[in-house]
């Protein structure tokens, strides 16, 4: 990992400290040493290059110049049905490192309830993942992270801010286009044993329209990265 995300509290003009563990962590992640450059940004600000003056394993020494603006988001919502725990991890790591705007987490009837009380959604761990997805793609901006734990509360007082392209996953749905998508786009995303009848109807009634990858059964961090991918590069035919 080349890209060094720091906290705005570790910064101060031209000069930026790291402390404790996490000056540890940093050490082992980027593999610092006096005296050499690095690419680098401070969370939900500018970016650029930083120079490593002094550092140990308890305190890390830094020489700051960040002028550049960070890449644009995509204009991608993702409303996930709360899966497993690691997929959680997952599913923050995609989000950060393909540039998506917000990530909607909720209950539905096929979810696990214990699902929604582990530790990987409390909020020290939810901005944790998003940074580590941030440093991998060389990005400071945080998505925002919502967690709904009552799928009508989402569907009344969530939904309604989402973007007017909706787009829910459904092994019946329509082919999938990319090409007729516009964006800002909402995509949501089932639990592996798949939606119950009542709470598609109840998302095509707030104007999602019910579309599918393909026959195959897909774990949700796969849907989710195809999705993500199909809206957001480019494909260029050989």
Same mark, same amino acid.
């Given at each position: 990992?080349?890209? !060094?995300? !720091?906290?705005?509290?570790?910064?101060?003009?031209?000069?930026?400290?790291?402390?404790?563990?996490?000056?540890?962590?940093?050490?082992?992640?980027?593999? !610092?040493?006096?005296?050499?450059?690095?690419a680098g940004?401070?969370?939900?600000?500018?970016?650029?290059?930083?120079?490593?003056?002094?550092?140990?394993?308890?305190?890390?020494?830094? +020489?700051?110049?960040?002028?550049?603006?960070?890449?644009?988001?995509?204009?991608? +919502?993702?409303?996930?049905?709360?899966?497993?725990?690691?997929?959680?991890?997952?599913?923050?790591?995609?989000?950060?490192?393909?540039?998506?705007?917000?990530?909607? =987490?909720?209950?539905t009837e096929?979810?696990?309830?214990?699902?929604?009380?582990?530790?990987?959604?409390?909020?020290?761990?939810?901005?944790?993942?998003?940074? =580590?997805? $941030?440093?991998?793609?060389?990005?400071?901006?945080?998505?925002?992270?919502?967690?709904?734990?009552?799928?009508? +509360? =989402?569907?009344?007082?969530?939904?309604?801010? /989402?973007?007017?392209?909706? /787009?829910?996953?459904?092994?019946?749905?329509?082919?999938?286009? +990319?090409?007729?998508?516009?964006?800002?786009?909402?995509?949501?995303?089932?639990?592996?044993?798949?939606?119950?009848?009542?709470? !598609?109807?109840?998302?095509?009634?707030?104007?999602?329209?019910?579309?599918? /990858?393909?026959?195959?059964?897909?774990?949700?961090?796969?849907?989710?990265?195809? =999705?993500?991918?199909? $809206?957001?590069?480019?494909?260029?035919?050989?």
């Amino acid at each position: 990992m080349n890209f !060094l995300l !720091l906290y705005p509290s570790e910064c101060c003009g031209t000069s930026a400290v790291v402390t404790g563990q996490r000056a540890a962590e940093l050490m082992e992640m980027h593999h !610092l040493i006096p005296g050499i450059d690095v690419a680098g940004g401070v969370i939900d600000g500018k970016l650029g290059s930083v120079h490593v003056s002094n550092c140990s394993d308890t305190e890390i020494q830094l +020489s700051i110049n960040f002028e550049r603006l960070p890449p644009p988001k995509n204009g991608l +919502s993702l409303i996930i049905a709360t899966p497993r725990p690691p997929t959680v991890k997952k599913i923050l790591h995609l989000a950060a490192m393909t540039g998506v705007e917000e990530v909607h =987490f909720i209950r539905t009837e096929n979810v696990v309830p214990s699902y929604l009380q582990t530790k990987m959604l409390a909020s020290p761990n939810i901005e944790k993942d998003l940074v =580590f997805g $941030l440093s991998q793609a060389g990005d400071t901006v945080l998505p925002k992270v919502y967690i709904h734990p009552k799928f009508h +509360s =989402f569907l009344e007082n969530a939904v309604p801010d /989402l973007p007017q392209c909706r /787009l829910v996953a459904d092994l019946a749905g329509g082919v999938f286009d +990319s090409q007729a998508m516009m964006s800002p786009a909402a995509l949501a995303f089932g639990p592996e044993s798949g939606w119950t009848e009542n709470e !598609l109807k109840c998302l095509k009634s707030q104007w999602f329209s019910a579309v599918s /990858l393909g026959p195959r059964m897909l774990r949700v961090e796969v849907a989710v990265g195809l =999705f993500v991918g199909a $809206l957001t590069v480019p494909i260029r035919p050989l």
